[in-house]
């Protein structure tokens, strides 16, 4: 259960984030993905990330406090189109200090849009993660926008392609902030994680 959560500080560099005293987990995804409606939905707090049209907006990494004891980070949506290649650059050193450096991480959640077959940029970026250690899970988004059986083909091939990467399933879970679905079981992923 998440009874508080309190904007805490927002950085380019991973060395100015707070002291990694409290178990930590972050969330990245493709810019539009639905990253800042879930953050607001899991921490019943309509405001707390900024949902923003503008995809890409969001360029730093933000921390938030939860219930006084772990740290969620919203981290800035990757695969937004119109960034030159020099913004790009930054985003990838500033994510990949952030990700590779953190001591408390315990999980980096990447969300992944349900509606869409596997993309290569997300195949990409798990891979990536993959190859540098960083322990990560899957949040499928927006389970409410097409049938479930359209979802299921969505993550079905999505796991498929993590088989051929990783040789096996990461661990997943699919939401919608709309309707809530997933909320319950996300919450106390993160729980467990933090008890222990
Ligand atoms: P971000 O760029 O990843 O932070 O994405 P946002 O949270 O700003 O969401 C992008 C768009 O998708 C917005 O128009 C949201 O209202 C919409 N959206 C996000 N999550 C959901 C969801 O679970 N269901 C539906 N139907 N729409 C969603």
Not at 54 to 83: C, E, R, S
Not at 104 to 119: F, K
Not at 148 to 156: A, C, F, G, L, R
Request: charged fraction near 25%.
């Amino acid at each position: 259960m998440i009874k508080n959560a309190q904007f805490v500080i927002s950085n380019t560099d991973y060395k100015k984030c707070p002291e990694p005293t409290k178990p930590e987990f972050a969330f990245i995804g493709r810019s539009n993905v639905g990253k800042s409606s879930l953050i607001n939905m899991l921490t019943n707090n309509k405001n707390l990330a900024k949902t923003s049209g503008k995809p890409g907006k969001t360029q730093l990494i933000n921390h938030f406090v939860i219930n006084g004891n772990w740290y969620m980070v919203d981290l800035p949506g990757y695969g937004f189109a119109k960034v030159s290649k020099g913004i790009k650059s930054t985003w990838e050193k500033m994510i990949s200090n952030y990700l590779t450096n953190r001591d408390n991480l315990v999980a980096l959640c990447v969300l992944v849009d349900s509606r869409l077959e596997p993309q290569k940029i997300d195949l990409e970026f798990i891979t990536w993660c993959g190859e540098n250690d960083i322990p990560f899970i899957l949040i499928f988004t927006k389970s409410d926008k097409q049938a479930k059986s359209k979802t299921q083909q969505n993550i079905q091939k999505f796991l498929n392609e993590c088989v051929k990467i990783f040789g096996e399933d990461p661990q997943f879970f699919v939401t919608s902030a709309q309707s809530s679905e997933g909320k319950e079981d996300v919450l106390t992923f993160f729980d467990e994680e933090v008890k222990e």
